[in-house]
T-cell receptor, first 113, second 116 residues
């Protein structure tokens, strides 16, 4: 499949390491944030979300941290696996009633066995 | 498979031709979105439907683009007089509407358009 990762920041880790992917969002009025994973040739896949009234949320092997003071979002992946290799996008939303998402530029995660 | 589906998956067309893409959202979702994604970039919002009503359009959606969702179920995106700059992945997403909140959007596999 065609790569979506050209010219993207890249994080290379070894299998079993913990990964941290960072995102700076643009709008201080954003109140909802999502992390998506996109594999080559596929549509984005939902990973985890967080609302602005929270600063941390945990899922299975993933944790999202939100720092509204500096408009920063991070995705932590525990015990990274080769299947985690993909491009990761953060997206933000202002609840205007329409829920349209604004995506960041993406980070490519490469996991070596 | 009860996810979002899109058809066709790939489309190659000559400049100046019209193309139409179809999206079938998750059946209980009444919100439907179209995005465009170019290589190395995140998806960019194009337009949004709630049921059959088109409620928002991006300035990216030129006059050559039109989207419909006539019965509030599937949606079509038509591009008239295609240009090489239209080459991109066109993604459809759907989400439920639950009062008072934002909810995750589920994406389809996309339609890859190449204009020669």
């Amino acid at each position: 499949g065609e790569s979506v990762g050209l010219h993207l920041p890249t994080l290379s880790v070894q299998e079993g390491d913990n990964s941290i992917i960072n995102c700076a969002y643009s709008n201080s009025a954003s109140d909802y944030f999502i992390w998506y994973k996109q594999e080559s040739g596929k549509g984005p896949q939902f990973i985890i979300d967080i609302r602005s009234n929270m600063d941390k949320r945990q899922g299975q092997r993933v944790t999202v941290l939100l720092n509204k003071t500096v408009k920063h979002l991070s995705l932590q992946i525990a015990a990274t696996q080769p299947g985690d290799s993909a491009v990761y996008f953060c997206a933000e939303n202002i609840f205007s009633g329409y829920s349209t998402l604004t995506f960041g530029k993406g980070t490519m995660l490469l996991v070596s066995p | 498979d009860t996810g979002v589906s899109q058809d066709p998956r790939h489309k190659i067309t000559k400049r100046g031709q019209n193309v139409t893409f179809r999206c079938d959202p998750i059946s209980e979702h009444n919100r439907l979105y179209w995005y465009r994604q170019t290589l190395g970039q995140g998806p960019e919002f194009l337009t949004y439907f709630q049921n059959e009503a088109q409620l928002e359009k991006s300035r990216l959606l030129s006059d050559r683009f039109s989207a419909e969702r006539p019965k509030g179920s599937f949606s079509t995106l038509e591009i008239q007089r295609t240009e090489q700059g239209d080459s991109a992945m066109y993604l459809c997403a759907s989400s439920p509407e639950i009062a008072g909140g934002n909810y995750e959007q589920y994406f389809g596999p996309g339609t890859r358009l190449t204009v020669t």
